[in-house]
């Protein structure tokens, strides 16, 4: 099990806050550092454009699997994802993952006047950014005639070489799991149980078997929105950072109480390693742990020194 860092883009990050962030999990040997690719949510704060903070994350790391989680594709069309994706990956010898997705946040559409479509047809949408995005990345000129995207012998060059990995983020059983069996190497899903994952999981299961794919040759990994620290005042911390992000006041300790009820993954290293332990045990191998504390490294700290260690055999 490998564990890596979730940061939200749209929630006042700064180019400081990034740089800090990728060093420091850079220096510390995390697996991978992954970001929304939001323009806000909620409220207008600093929000970095995502590709070009991955551009930073290609010249600031040696080691670190980076990408979005996810980008929708409402926002840019295929070509442009598909020649950004494809130069960040050659300028980061292949460590950049392709995360997209169908979109989800109206309001931001609204905000920014980005049409919104049906979901019928941001699915319809992603599965011909799906198939152009591959198409562009294959050596020779592309010739594509879908519905929404058209391209006529287009040349996407400088090729990538591998292709980036496609990951796609979402639990949709009839559409978004086919589409990871058809394409994907990585699946995400965000803040699963392990009788949910194992149900998710069963599904996709049947979809690669309708397809003649095994799935062990699909990663599994997960968005983690959870409230952990390795101290009562951490912990006090994040649980007030992610009532503000809900928008509730009250007692911290009663909300964490609530969602651990609810389901959410509450407490110090030893919830965190049981919690990792069983859901190992189901195929997920890689957790992105939302990173709330963007100035400060104790909690990083925590995961790769205290965590990663107890859990890296699993």
């Known amino acids: 099990m490998d564990i890596g860092l979730m940061v939200e883009g749209q929630n006042g990050l700064t180019w400081e806050r990034w740089r800090h962030i990728l060093r420091l999990a850079e220096r510390l040997q995390?697996?991978?550092?992954?970001?929304?690719?939001?323009?806000?949510?909620?409220?207008?704060?600093?929000?970095?454009?995502?590709?070009?903070?991955?551009?930073?994350?290609?010249?600031?790391?040696?080691?670190?699997?980076?990408?979005?989680?996810?980008?929708?594709?409402?926002?840019?069309?295929?070509?442009?994802v598909g020649r950004m994706a494809?130069?960040?990956?050659?300028?980061?010898?292949?460590?950049?993952?392709?995360?997209?997705?169908?979109?989800?946040?109206?309001?931001?559409?609204?905000?920014y006047g980005i049409p919104f479509h049906t979901l019928k047809e941001r699915m319809d949408r992603l599965e011909e950014t799906l198939e152009l995005v591959q198409a562009l990345w294959r050596p020779g000129?592309?010739?594509?005639?879908?519905?929404?995207?058209?391209?006529?012998?287009?040349e996407c060059l400088p090729k990538p070489n591998p292709a980036p990995p496609?990951?796609?983020?979402?639990?949709?059983?009839?559409?978004?799991?086919?589409?990871?069996?058809?394409?994907?190497?990585?699946?995400?899903?965000?803040?699963?149980?392990?009788?949910?994952f194992a149900q998710k999981l069963s599904v996709l299961e049947r979809h690669c078997a309708d397809l003649g794919r095994d799935p062990a040759t699909i990663k599994k990994s997960m968005m983690l929105f959870a409230i952990v620290a390795p101290t009562p005042e951490l912990l006090d911390r994040v649980t007030s950072i992610v009532m503000g992000l809900r928008g509730v006041d009250g007692d911290p300790a009663a909300f964490r109480a609530a969602s651990k009820e609810q389901g959410m993954l509450v407490g110090g290293?030893?919830?965190?390693?049981?919690?990792?332990?069983?859901?190992?045990?189901?195929?997920?191998?890689?957790?992105?742990?939302?990173?709330?504390?963007?100035?400060?490294?104790?909690?990083?700290?925590?995961?790769?020194?205290?965590?990663?260690?107890q859990v890296a055999a699993l």
């Open 269 to 309: 290293t030893d919830e965190m390693v049981d919690w990792l332990g069983s859901m190992a045990a189901l195929g997920l191998s890689e957790v992105q742990v939302q990173h709330f504390l963007y100035d400060e490294d104790d909690i990083p700290t925590w995961l790769a020194q205290d965590v990663q260690p």
């Open 141 to 154: 000129p592309t010739t594509y005639a879908g519905r929404y995207y058209q391209v006529q012998e287009a």
């Open 86 to 111: 494809g130069q960040i990956s050659l300028l980061s010898e292949g460590r950049f993952v392709m995360g997209l997705g169908a979109g989800w946040h109206e309001p931001e559409h609204i905000a």
């Open 30 to 80: 995390i697996a991978s550092v992954f970001r929304s690719d939001h323009y806000m949510i909620r409220t207008f704060q600093d929000s970095l454009e995502a590709y070009l903070s991955f551009v930073m994350a290609a010249e600031e790391t040696t080691s670190l699997r980076f990408g979005p989680l996810v980008t929708p594709m409402t926002f840019r069309s295929p070509v442009d």
């Open 166 to 196: 496609i990951l796609i983020g979402g639990t949709g059983e009839k559409r978004t799991l086919r589409m990871v069996a058809q394409h994907a190497v990585e699946w995400n899903s965000v803040n699963l149980g392990p009788e949910a």
